[in-house]
Nanobody, 120 residues
Framework: QVQLVESGGGLVQAGGSLRLSCAASGAIRSINVMVWYRQAPGKQRELVAAIGSGGTTNYADSVKGRFTISRDNAKNTMYLQMNSLKAEDTGVYYC??????????????WGKGTLVTVSS
């Protein structure tokens, strides 16, 4: 009923930049919190950044000052601008959105992930 699709991942050298996008589609009434997570090889999934419906943001300490999360409510899309990338930023990046559908049912949805590889 609702699908999330990430894009923008790829291979980049350390110090470089990437911009990830996550677009939601389907029978969407509204979207509350939007969150980026990542999972490095052999590690647990961790929160990277979150943005509320009003624009309030929250970041993991490891990405503060380097990553910027934003959203376009008209497009049901979230972005993650990643600058000064480090090898430890390597992983699969997943988006998660708290969606209220047109039948007023709310739940979280996940994208399938996009791979970011930072070479040192």
């Amino acid at each position: 009923q609702v699908q999330l699709v990430e894009s923008g991942g790829g291979l980049v050298q350390a110090g470089g930049s990437l911009r990830l996008s996550c677009a939601a589609s389907g029978a969407i009434r509204s979207i509350n919190v939007m969150v980026w997570y990542r999972q490095a090889p052999g590690k647990q999934r961790e929160l990277v950044a979150a943005i509320g419906s009003g624009g309030t943001t929250n970041y993991a300490d490891s990405v503060k000052g380097r990553f910027t999360i934003s959203r376009d409510n008209a497009k049901n899309t979230m972005y993650l601008q990643m600058n000064s990338l480090k090898a430890e930023d390597t992983g699969v990046y997943y988006c998660n959105m708290d969606v209220v559908t047109r039948d007023l049912y709310g739940r979280g949805y996940w994208g399938k992930g996009t791979l970011v590889t930072v070479s040192s």
